[in-house]
């Protein structure tokens, strides 16, 4: 198993930024992939972004995609989602999630941090 910490949220006005952080515990993550969800009230979990860790290609949900941006740091064993022109609409609890090997889906997940987005 993997514990995974998420860091960064709070809230920002509708067009800034916001940086978060997930950093995976214990040894270091080998796994297949670590990736971003978020869920808003009365929503259903949203995909936001994935990282697969063997060779950094990125995937990103349509409603980020040109204002979200994955990335890493493997010395750290940490993935950040960096979060622009953000919108009211991106308000949302967001989990840190880490698939390991082995297995077909995401299987760690973090606490989960708010972002809130004013208009």
């Known amino acids: 198993q993997v514990r995974l910490v998420e860091s960064g949220g709070g809230l920002v006005q509708a067009g800034g930024s916001l940086r978060l952080s997930c950093a995976a515990s214990g040894r270091t993550f080998s796994g297949v992939a670590m990736g971003w969800f978020r869920q808003a009230p009365e929503k259903e979990r949203e995909f936001v972004a994935s990282?697969?860790?063997?060779?950094?290609?990125?995937y990103y949900g349509d409603s980020v995609k040109g204002r979200f941006t994955v990335s890493r740091d493997i010395r750290k064993n940490t993935v950040y989602l960096q979060m622009n022109s953000l919108k009211p609409e991106d308000t949302a609890v967001y989990y840190c999630?880490?698939?390991?090997?082995?297995?077909?889906?995401?299987?760690?997940w973090g606490q989960g941090t708010q972002v809130t987005v004013s208009s």
């Open positions: 990282m697969r860790w063997a060779n950094g290609d990125t």
């Open positions: 999630a880490a698939q390991s090997v082995g297995a077909q889906a995401y299987n760690n």
